[in-house]
């Protein structure tokens, strides 16, 4: 063979094995191409999917969307002939299927069957639920005989409660690569995850609200558009006299009387999305402020563009007490009303004696005219003890009550007290004793201001001794010689123990029952103004009494400087001697 | 009672069975290719099983952990279960779960 031709097969040898050698090379570098645009293919699809899971599902626990958004957007991954998904409700199966291929009713009905059979076998029970079917892409054809050849379900499990499936199926014979299915349970279970996180996060806040809203003083429900109770605090149910620790909204609507209408006015505020106010219902013995507020959804702005308003979530209904603001409104009231006829009765009789004098003169003897003037004296006498009253409660009120102090001795004030209603005593044939420690040293107080608190209460215990009765003064200091104690007893007919409370405030005579047969004149602020003066001081008042036992009435003065008021020396002691006695009312006892 | 090679084989031939009817075929006999030391017949039973059975359950759990975590802990439990009563007896259910990652590492 000639060299040329040696040399030009070995040429065209060489070069065939190089082109051979740089065909295989080319071939696995694009094999190696296809196999990394696939990766970045599936990588960008699963990117795509979760940013649209974020846009479209936000902060919603919906497993119908999630569902929607893995099977709408499939075909960008890979062929099929249907996607569909199965998805528990509480009361039925919603069962989709989204038809990428023509099939027919046989297919839909191999699908149906083997998710059935998924779902039995993933719940360990027999499946009775009825199922709600639907149908979405392309249509069927009734008369295609195509059979499922091959398709894998996956299954959506939240919080490891299985709530629904997906099943990929097609016509052909293995028709999915095992990396394709594998994505789209990874795909799927990465949903199911956040699903559950999701959950997770929205049980916790919900715990939150659920705490928040218990621990409101005003009673607060919610209700959802289909009239379901969400929500309901202890508060609300303390109102509305509920007892069911999980009630429904039966339970609320019926414990608010039907006049009202509640429930027409929830759905009115839903419907017209505006708030409704009831000024005042009464509910059994309270009376409660109705506030019907629409719920909206915060976030419709970004859910949809289509709606002009935000969609309603339900109403929330809050119950505000008012019975103690009414009470103490009427307690005003009745307040101002005494008041006026308390004034009204001494002017009265001021009017009819002067009137009586003027219209009679010349007539009237000097006896009677002097009884007149009497009147005239002790009735503006009285009046002017009633302003006066009227005027140390308001500067109580306003909190400009002030003393006026100065060195004294509590001896002198106690005996002047006892000594002025010595004749007033004798008259109903009662004993008004004194029983003052020796050596009680002089300190500062405000003699005028603690005279009038003597005053008041040996003329409290005078109208309701009993004739026959004995009232006792005592007057000590304490261990410590901190504190001066004043003690005025009484073996009258005493105070009950729920009315004791009351005793002190400034509206206690009008809402206290007063006692038969006795009718007490007076503003009833006595008691009040004995506090006020007494606490001025840096002292405290208290009481001891028992019905048909009699009271006593201590208060506490301090020796050093006011305000300071030691643990143990601050209890006063307890009354010594009770007698039994006759006893008036309690309110109406302090005036 | 110590279970049996062939126990071992029928729970899991019943496991395969509802991994079959839960998934699919297709899926779950695609994973079981991947699997080392265990045939399968395409009805889920199984055909042939490695004596070292710690490497074919921990080589399941992980083919199928990628299908389903749920699936897999709710259906393995009472194979693992068992296979760890019969290496330390005292230990209890609780604790097969939480050394679940140690044979799937």
Redesign the interface.
């Known amino acids: 063979m000639d060299l040329p031709i040696v040399a030009s097969l070995s040429t065209t040898l060489v070069l065939g094995i190089a082109t051979i050698l740089f065909s295989i090379r080319e071939e696995r570098s694009r094999k190696l191409l296809k196999i990394r645009e696939e990766n970045q293919k599936h990588r960008l699809y699963q990117i795509s999917l979760m940013k649209e899971f974020q846009d479209r599902i936000g902060y919603s626990l919906d497993t119908d969307k999630v569902i929607g958004v893995i099977t709408g957007s499939l075909r960008n991954l890979f062929p099929y002939s249907t996607a569909s998904s199965m998805v528990i409700h509480s009361d039925r199966l919603e069962f989709k299927t989204y038809v990428e291929e023509q099939v027919g009713p046989l297919f839909i009905d191999e699908i149906k069957r ?1 998710m059935l ?2 779902l039995q ?2 719940l360990g029970t027999d499946i009775t639920s009825t199922i709600d079917e639907r149908l979405a892409g392309g249509l069927l054809d009734e008369m295609n005989k195509d059979t499922m050849k ?6 959506l ?1 939240v919080n ?1 409660s ?1 709530v629904g499936l997906i ?1 990929v199926a097609s016509k052909k014979e ?1 028709f ?1 690569t ?1 990396e394709e ?2 994505l789209l ?2 795909i799927t ?1 990465s949903a199911a995850k956040t699903l559950s996180r999701l959950e997770n996060v929205l049980a916790t806040e919900e715990g939150k609200l659920l705490s928040m809203v218990g621990s409101l003083a005003d009673g607060v429900f919610m209700v959802d558009t289909n009239r379901h109770l969400s929500v309901i605090n202890n508060a609300a149910k303390l109102i509305l006299k509920i007892n069911k620790d999980k009630p429904g909204i039966v339970d609320v609507l019926s414990a608010i009387p039907s006049i009202y209408d509640l429930g027409g006015k929830i759905d009115s505020a839903m419907n017209e999305k505006k708030s409704i106010i009831e000024k005042e219902i009464q509910i059994g013995d309270r009376f409660v402020q109705v506030f019907i507020t629409p719920v909206f959804n915060p976030n419709w702005k970004t859910l949809t563009q289509i709606q002009d308003s935000p969609p309603v979530y339900g109403a929330s209904v809050l119950l505000h007490d008012i019975t103690l603001e009414k009470n103490l409104s009427k307690l005003k009231e009745d307040f101002t009303n005494m008041m006026v006829h308390e004034l009204r009765s001494p002017l009265t009789a001021i009017k009819g004696a002067s009137e009586l004098l003027s219209s009679n003169k010349g007539l009237i003897d000097e006896n009677q005219s002097h009884k007149l003037l009497s009147v005239i004296e002790e009735q503006a006498k009285r009046l002017l003890d009633q302003v006066n009253s009227i005027l140390d409660a308001a500067k109580l009120d306003a909190g400009k009550f002030a003393v006026d102090k100065s060195k004294g001795t509590i001896q002198k004030i106690i005996k002047e007290k006892t000594d002025l209603f010595q004749a007033q005593a004798q008259g109903k044939h009662i004993t008004i004793e004194s029983h003052i420690q020796e050596g009680i040293p002089e300190f500062l107080f405000d003699p005028l201001r603690v005279g009038q608190v003597v005053n008041n209460l040996i003329s409290n215990s005078l109208k309701f001794t009993p004739q026959g009765g004995i009232i006792t003064l005592s007057a000590n200091t304490d261990a410590m010689k901190r504190f001066v104690i004043i003690r005025i007893t009484d073996n009258g007919i005493g105070i009950a123990a729920e009315k004791q409370s009351t005793l002190f405030s400034k509206f206690s005579q009008i809402s206290a029952n007063k006692p038969k047969g006795l009718t007490q004149a007076g503003t009833g602020l006595g008691l009040y103004i004995v506090k006020g003066i007494v606490e001025a001081h840096g002292g405290t008042v208290s009481l001891q009494s028992a019905p048909q036992q009699g009271t006593t009435i201590t208060f506490t003065l301090p020796i050093d400087s006011p305000g300071i008021q030691p643990q143990e020396q601050s209890q006063p002691p307890q009354p010594v001697a009770v007698q039994p006695a006759l006893q008036p009312a309690v309110v109406s006892k302090f005036n | 009672m110590l279970t049996t090679y062939d126990q071992y084989k029928g729970q899991l031939s019943s496991v395969f069975g509802k991994y079959i009817r839960i998934f699919g075929k297709d899926i779950t006999l695609a994973k079981l290719k991947h699997v080392e030391g265990i045939t399968v017949a395409p009805d889920g039973t199984v055909v042939d099983l490695s004596k070292n059975l710690n490497d074919v359950l921990e080589s399941i759990i992980n083919e199928f952990t990628d299908l389903s975590e749920y699936v897999v802990r709710t259906t393995m439990k009472p194979i693992l279960t068992d296979l760890l009563k019969q290496s330390s007896p005292s230990i209890s259910n609780q604790q097969i779960v939480e050394q679940k990652p140690e044979l799937r590492a």
């Open positions: 083997s059979t998924s076998t993933l091959s398709h894998f379900t996956i299954p499990v490891n299985v099943t293995s999915f095992v299915m594998t349970y990874q279970n």
